[in-house]
């Protein structure tokens, strides 16, 4: 189970802001666009203003922004005939950048570290590779949990508010990273099994 099966009834409530989009000349592959420069700019704010802490405040409110962002672009592609292969790849491109931006300040906070963020970084690189494969392989883009890119942006969001409201972090948080690394390696496991499932169920 994944908060991405809560996708449709998120695009349900956005709907009437893309069709909006649409009628004013915004493509998809802008939408992307914007959220990957944003997420480096807001990720590249909070690592540089570190060991200042109100800054992290900043994170729950942008994942839930690109969340939003996300989901327009993938709208605006599906429903008004703006898919293109630049934007397939932009949009995997953007995810990796995106998510490796926005977990780097942690690397700054001492439970956490740069050897585990940095692993953490690498390892939700590696499950978007993972789900990406499938149309490749003959299955479809997968999105199987338990870590993927929704319920990262809950956890890290969860953090970046536990942090910059200046709350004490618990002496176990020192484990947060690690075991978020075991679910993201769950992660890839699950859409590597899941896909091959598949595309030997279809050939």
């Known amino acids: 189970m994944t908060l991405y099966a809560l996708k449709p009834r998120f695009q349900a409530l956005l709907r009437p802001l893309v069709v909006s989009l649409a009628r004013a000349g915004v493509t998809a592959n802008q939408v992307t666009a914007a959220a990957a420069v944003g997420s480096v700019a807001i990720g590249g704010f909070v690592a540089a203003s570190t060991p200042e802490h109100w800054p992290f405040l900043l994170l729950p409110l942008w994942f839930l922004a690109r969340m939003a962002l996300n989901a327009i672009d993938g709208m605006l592609a599906r429903e008004f005939g703006q898919k293109s292969l630049l934007g397939a790849y932009l949009n995997e491109i953007a995810d990796v950048v995106s998510d490796a931006a926005l977990y780097a300040p942690f690397a700054w906070l001492g439970p956490f570290g740069p050897f585990w963020t940095g692993l953490v970084v690498l390892l939700a690189a590696m499950t978007e590779f993972a789900g990406a494969l499938g149309p490749s392989n003959g299955a479809s883009r997968r999105y199987d949990g338990p870590m993927g890119k929704s ?34 390696v769950w992660t890839i496991v699950n859409r590597v099994r899941a896909g091959l499932r598949e595309a030997g169920a279809r050939s």
């Open 151 to 184: 319920d990262r942006a809950l956890v890290f969001g969860a953090l970046g508010l536990w942090v910059g409201l200046g709350l004490p972090l618990p002496a176990w948080a020192v484990w947060i990273m690690a075991v978020l690394a075991a679910l993201l």
